[in-house]
Structure formats: C-alpha cells, structure tokens
C-alpha cells in the first residue's frame, strides 16, 4: 500500500517518524493508502529547510517572483482535473464540487500575481526640509499554515500563493485525512520555477502541528478548522510570540422572510445545506423562517430534500457525496436522532444509504429550539434545521445570539430588509439571496466571534497584511554641515 510522504526541500521524503494514518476513499470505505505522520524532528528538518531557503527568495526580484506565479497559475488550471480526481478520491464531494474548489483557489493566485502592485509602499517627498519619507511592507520569514480536511485545495491555496508571492517561505501542514492535494500543488510549484524549501508539506498530526507552534523560526501562522483547536492553535500560537490567525467552526443561518421568491429560497439553501454533504464551513445548516412562511417553505426544502441524488462523487449524477470517515456519519447520524428526542420534527430523514462508502443522505428538521444540541452544535454533515421567527427582529436576535458568526444569509424581496439584516447582523460574511457567500479573492474571507480567532482574515489585502510587516524609513541626505539638534525634531 502506497505511504504519502512530506514534501521538504524540493524533494519526497519519509522523515524520522514511524507512525501513519489510513486515507480511506470514503465511497467505497476502503483504505486506499496510508500518510506519514511527523515527529518534531521532521517539523526542525522542514522549518530549517524553509528558514534557509528565505534568504535568496526574498531578495529575489518582484519581476522574478511574479513570472514563478503566472507559470504556476497555468499549471494549476492544467491539472484542475488531476487535482478534482484525487479530492473526489480522498474526500469524496463530487468531481465538478472538486473541479470548483480548484478554480475558487486558483482565484488567489490570479490575485497573488499582482504582487508587484500589492506591496507598493507609499512615498512623501520633502516631508521636512530635505527629508524624505516612505513606508513599505517587508515579509516575514517563514510562515506555516494548518489546514482542514474539507478543502485539501482551496483552503492552502487561500493562504500560500500571497505569503510566498509576498517573499516568505511556506510550510503546509494538510489534513491527513486528505493529503494528497497538496502534494499536487508542491510539484506544480517546482514545475513553475519555485526554488526548493520555499514551499514544502509536512503531514502530520496534533504533534506537528504543536512543534509548528512552539518553534521560534515560525513568524506566523494560519489555520482553518473546527472552533476548539482553532482556540488551541490561536493561544498557543499567540503564547509563542506568533502573528496568528485561527479560522474556526460555523453555524451558518439563512434568513427567509415571506416577501421572499420562496421556491428560489428553498433551491438555494437545499444546494447550500446539502453541497458537499453539508461539509462546508459556509454550508447552511439552520434556516430561520420568518411569520407565515415557514410551513410552505418546509414542503419546498421537503421536496427538493428527497430528490437529492445521492452516490459516488466519480459517478456521473451524483449531488451529495459520503462524508469524511465512518465516525463522521455515525456522529451525524447520531445528532439527527437525539434531535427527534428533543423535540425537533424529522420531514426527511434519509440516513440510511446502501453500500460500504460512508454515506449520509439529506435529513432535514422543522421545529428546532435554540437549546436544541442540534443547533447549538456544528453538525458538518447533510442535515438541515428550521427554526421558526415571527419577526425580522426576532430572526437577527436569534442569529446574533449564536456563538459562531461566519456566514449569515437573508433571503427577501425587500431592500430595506436586506440593508437592515446586512448592518446589524454578527457574521463576517454576509449573502443577500446568495446562501454562500464566499468573498472574492481580491476581498477577505473571515468570520466573527468563535469562527475567527486573530485580526485578520485570510487572502485579499487582509491576506498581504498579514503575511507582511510594516517599515517606515525618512531619509535625510545633507547639503552642507548642520548643527546638532536638542530637541525633538519638528518640521
Ligand atoms: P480539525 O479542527 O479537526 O482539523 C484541522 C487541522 O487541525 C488539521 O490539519 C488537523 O490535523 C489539525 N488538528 C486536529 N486536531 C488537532 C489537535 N488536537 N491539535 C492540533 N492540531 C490538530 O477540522 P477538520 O475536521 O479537518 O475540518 C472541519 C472543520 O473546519 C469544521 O469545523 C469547519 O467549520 C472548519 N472549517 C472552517 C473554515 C473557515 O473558513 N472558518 C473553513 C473550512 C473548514
């Protein structure tokens, strides 16, 4: 059985560690190979191996470093395919589902060529008498991201192409649970040009993310993944004297008032809900139905619910996927029945699928309590929850109490409405008729409250600034002998 090994200084490498994890292909339950686990050791090899490689990259010209990205953005799309394959293979959503996330990664790196213009500083001239003065952004050195199963592309491509077109060096921890995506990038990047070390992959578990952590050549650190080890890495990282940002977990609510395009809604938030087996950090997992239109709007999602095709994300008609492991369905599976005992009412209840792979089909719940597990907890699988509001305020209040903040959607005929919810609502990324609103890559993507962790969000110029560091020089050239100066210098 194939081992999936680190990539460190250009090269395939097993590293020090003996210990491995099983990669399984989760439509057919099978494991289809096994990826090596690091050490601390290896974590000294590959941030060595990084911090070393730093030195020449960073004096590299901006005109050099930007011809290394557009080679690797064509190479990218080139292999959108071969990357799609091996996500489908790994993580299990749907080839187009795959094919997407390449392209919403590869816009990123569109952004990151732009490099040049990004890091212009800016210059004052004569800002005393024969005194000059500019700002500029310097890198970091080596930066090191940490990235979640549910997007083995997207997620490191929202992190790296700035830090690495912004001068630093990148170390990528990725998922274990799907690692080969990344291993994909890693050759592209050194078909592209990229000197050894400036990118290099390091699988791993808790044990290389902490050395990550802890280790002083680390200048900063980013990560996505579920709330609490968000926390972990954020206060780790931060104890460390890191710059870090920790994106965290979601609770993702749309809004429906009864002036909405009701059918329009509900195939909106059923794609949103159920996409990718509702293992998205911006899927929609409860809907708040406001005055009358609840019991319409449940037989919409109802209907649409039970005509999700359900299957192998390589077969052709396939809408909703397996989820990630075997524990992943029975922890959704379990969720969905303590639901019913707490109350909630189960419309759609298709849990049970045919076959080995790990499959949980669409399930969806009217009358959610807030107090409900259900909806306090993020499910991360297919599973739908309506809670009923008999007001906008009621709706805002109900969305603005929940702890996570990510993405909130409102669906409405009414601007007024739409303005209203967009101004007062607690989420860091916002859709109006849209369920998931994913920013651009020339915006930033973050959340509010325990979805984010740090100042920052990622990509975007929130993304330059974050890989980057502020310097301001005044220059003085003399003309001619000047006294020395005792006081504070004015203009
Ligand atoms: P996870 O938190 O289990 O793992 C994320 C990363 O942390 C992985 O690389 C993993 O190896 C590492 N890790 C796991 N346990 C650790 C520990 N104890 N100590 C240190 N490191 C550890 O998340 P996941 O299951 O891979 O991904 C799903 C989660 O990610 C969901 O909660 C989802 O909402 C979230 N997510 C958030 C965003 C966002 O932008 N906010 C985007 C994608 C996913």
């Known amino acids: 059985m194939q081992t999936i090994e680190h990539w460190i200084d250009g090269t395939s490498t097993a590293g020090d560690g003996t210990r491995s994890a099983p990669v399984y292909n989760p439509a057919t339950g099978q494991v289809q190979s096994r990826v090596r686990l690091a050490e601390k050791s290896d974590v000294d ?11 020449d990259w960073h004096e590299l010209s901006l005109a050099k470093r930007t011809e290394i ?33 390449v392209a919403r990664g590869r816009e990123v790196v569109d952004f990151a060529c732009g490099i040049a213009h990004l890091l212009k500083g800016a210059y004052s001239d004569q800002v005393s008498t024969g005194v000059d003065a500019w700002s500029l952004r310097a890198p970091l050195g080596v930066c090191a991201g940490i990235t979640p199963f549910n997007f083995p592309a997207m997620v490191p491509l929202w ?21 080969s995506a990344a291993l994909i990038l890693a050759r592209l990047w050194q078909r592209a040009g990229l000197p050894d070390g400036v990118f290099t992959v390091l699988h791993g578990d808790a044990v290389a993310v902490d050395a990550l952590l802890d280790h002083p050549d680390v200048a900063a650190v980013s990560f996505v993944g579920s709330t609490p080890i968000a926390r972990h890495v954020y206060q780790r990282g931060t104890a460390a004297g890191k710059r870090v940002q920790a994106l965290g977990g979601a609770k993702n609510h749309a809004v429906v008032l009864p002036d909405a395009d009701l059918a329009d809604a509900a195939r909106q938030i059923t794609g949103a809900a159920y996409g990718s087996a509702g293992q998205r950090c911006m899927a929609i997992s409860a809907v708040v139905a406001v005055g009358d239109c ?10 649409l619910a039970r005509g999700v095709r359900v299957g192998a994300g390589r077969d052709a008609g396939t809408e909703l996927g397996p989820v990630i492991t075997a524990q992943a369905a029975e922890r959704i599976v379990g969720h969905v029945e303590r639901a019913t005992a707490d109350g909630a009412t189960l419309v759609v209840d298709r849990r049970e699928q045919p076959g080995d792979g790990f499959f949980v089909g669409p399930c969806l719940l009217d009358h959610v309590g807030v107090d409900q597990e259900i909806y306090r907890t993020e499910v991360f699988g297919p599973v739908l929850a309506v809670l009923r509001a008999a007001t906008l305020d009621e709706a805002i209040a109900l969305v603005n109490a929940n702890p996570y903040g990510n993405g909130a959607a409102i669906f409405t005929g009414s601007g007024a409405a739409a303005r209203r919810f967009g101004r007062e609502v607690t989420a860091g990324m916002v859709g109006i008729n849209v369920p998931i609103p994913v920013p651009m890559a020339y915006h930033a993507f973050g959340g509010w409250k325990d979805s984010l962790f740090g100042d920052t969000h990622v990509y975007g110029t929130e993304g330059v600034a974050f890989y980057t560091r502020a310097k301001a020089v005044t220059a003085r050239w003399p003309r001619g002998a000047a006294a020395p100066q005792y006081h504070f210098p004015t203009s």
């Open 45 to 55: 090899t590959a941030v060595a191996s990084a911090r070393a490689a730093f030195d």
């Open 69 to 101: 990205l557009f080679r690797f953005r064509e190479l990218l799309t080139a292999h959108t395919d071969e990357l799609a394959g091996v996500i489908t293979d790994e993580h299990g959503k749907t080839l187009d589902d795959a094919r997407g996330e």
């Open 159 to 179: 992190m790296h192409p700035i830090a690495i077109a912004a001068g630093n060096t990148f170390v990528l921890k990725p998922s274990e649970r799907d690692p």
């Open 294 to 303: 609840a019991d319409d709007l449940v037989a919409a999602l109802a209907e």
